[in-house]
C-alpha cells in the first residue's frame, strides 16, 4: 500500500492557477498509473486528469482540457496537477488516487484506483 498526501490547494481568483502537489511514500510509484479526481459538494467524485505508470500518456476530462496539466516526478515519486484559467466550477477537494494494476491506459474510474490520498481543497471565487 501507498500512502498519498496532496497538497497546494487554496483560494484563488477566476482565472488564476494553482499547482496541486501528490507526495507519495512508503513505496515507488513508478508502476502505477496516477490520477486525480476531485468531489464537490452534493456530487459524485469525478475524474480530473490521469499519466500513465510510463509518464508518456495522459489523459484529461473535457472539462480542464487546455487548462489543467499533469505531470510526474519519478525520481521524487511525486505527481502534479497543473490547473490554469481556473474557472468557480472547478471548486471542488481534490484528490490524487493510485491505479496499481494499471496498465498505460489511465482509467477515469474511480473504482479502478486502490490508494487514495485525503484531499486539499480547491476554492475558485468568482
Known amino acids: 500500500q501507498v500512502q498519498l498526501v496532496e497538497s497546494g490547494g487554496g483560494l484563488v481568483q477566476a482565472g488564476g492557477s494553482l499547482r496541486l502537489s501528490c507526495e507519495a511514500s512508503?513505496?515507488?510509484?513508478?508502476?502505477?498509473?496516477m490520477g486525480w479526481f476531485r468531489q464537490a459538494p452534493g456530487k459524485d467524485r469525478q475524474f480530473v486528469s490521469g499519466?500513465?505508470?510510463?509518464?508518456?500518456?495522459?489523459r484529461a476530462a473535457d472539462s480542464v482540457k487546455g487548462r489543467f496539466t499533469i505531470s510526474r516526478d519519478f525520481t521524487k515519486n511525486m505527481v502534479y496537477l497543473q490547473m490554469d484559467s481556473l474557472k468557480p466550477e472547478d471548486t471542488a477537494v481534490y484528490y490524487c488516487?493510485?491505479?496499481?494494476?494499471?496498465?498505460?491506459?489511465?482509467?477515469?474510474?474511480?473504482?479502478?484506483?486502490?490508494?487514495w490520498g485525503q484531499g486539499t481543497q480547491v476554492t475558485v471565487s468568482s
Open positions: 499519466i500513465a505508470r510510463t509518464g508518456g500518456s495522459t
Open positions: 488516487a493510485a491505479d496499481r494494476h494499471g496498465l498505460g491506459i489511465v482509467s477515469p474510474f474511480a473504482r479502478e484506483y486502490e490508494d
Open positions: 512508503g513505496r515507488t510509484i513508478s508502476t502505477y498509473d
